[in-house]
T-cell receptor, first 113, second 112 residues
């Protein structure tokens, strides 16, 4: 058990809808990063939050946005869902702005119909 | 060119075999390197960090070659339980912002 929890574990949405995914980081970790993993691919970096501010972003459009709260938990929001957004969304917590080991949650599996 | 490249496999090997995976990365400024293991439909978990001097953890040996920008993982005496996807991971440091770049993963299946 990593101590990183994600919710919901599975969800189904339709094109054009919006979704919010949640992540609670491991105790003592101040950094949360989000990844999208399509079937048969490695995780793709979406963005990272450190002390409530975004401090790194991958090649994802602005409809992917996020937040980090004072307790270091985090949300990933995706607007205007597209079919290609169907994937496993992984949250990882770490210390010190992401310099150390990543501890992953079990992921949220999103299906867009 | 992808930032981190791996042969997706699958590598099908008999129990007891030795198997090696390689991974190349494109950013010469990359700072740290890791191998993560991911079981089917599960989250990735750290297998080992990779140091310039090379490091070993039981049956697993990792090597880093900065000049050629590749990382390797050697698994000796393969067990059925080693069947998984092995992800090569590079941590890039851009002015104090760290970003983890994952390869697509190499699938290993150890056969009885």
């Amino acid at each position: 058990e990593t101590g990183v929890t994600q919710s919901p574990t599975h969800l189904i949405k339709t094109r054009g809808q919006q979704v919010t995914l949640r992540c609670s980081s491991q105790s003592g970790h101040n950094t949360v990063s989000w990844y999208q993993q399509a079937l048969g691919q490695g995780p793709q970096f979406i963005f990272q939050y450190y002390r409530e501010e975004e401090n790194g972003r991958g090649n994802f459009p602005p409809r992917f946005s996020g937040l980090q709260f004072p307790n270091y938990s985090s949300e990933l929001n995706v607007n205007a869902l597209e079919l290609d957004d169907s994937a496993l969304y992984l949250c990882a917590s770490s210390r010190d702005g992401g310099a150390g080991e990543l501890f992953f949650g079990e992921g949220s599996r999103l299906t867009v119909l | 060119r992808k930032e981190v490249e791996q042969d997706p496999g699958p590598f099908n090997v008999p129990e007891g075999a030795t198997v090696a995976f390689n991974c190349t990365y494109s950013n010469s400024a990359s700072q740290s390197f890791f191998w993560y293991r991911q079981d089917c439909r599960k989250e990735p978990k750290l297998l080992m960090s990779v140091y310039s001097s090379g490091n070993e953890d039981g049956r697993f040996t990792a090597q880093l070659n900065r000049a050629s920008q590749y990382i390797s993982l050697l698994i000796r005496d393969s067990k059925l339980s080693d069947s998984a996807t092995y992800l090569c991971v590079v941590n890039e440091d851009t002015s104090g912002t760290y970003k983890y770049i994952f390869g697509t993963g190499t699938r290993l299946k150890v056969l009885a």
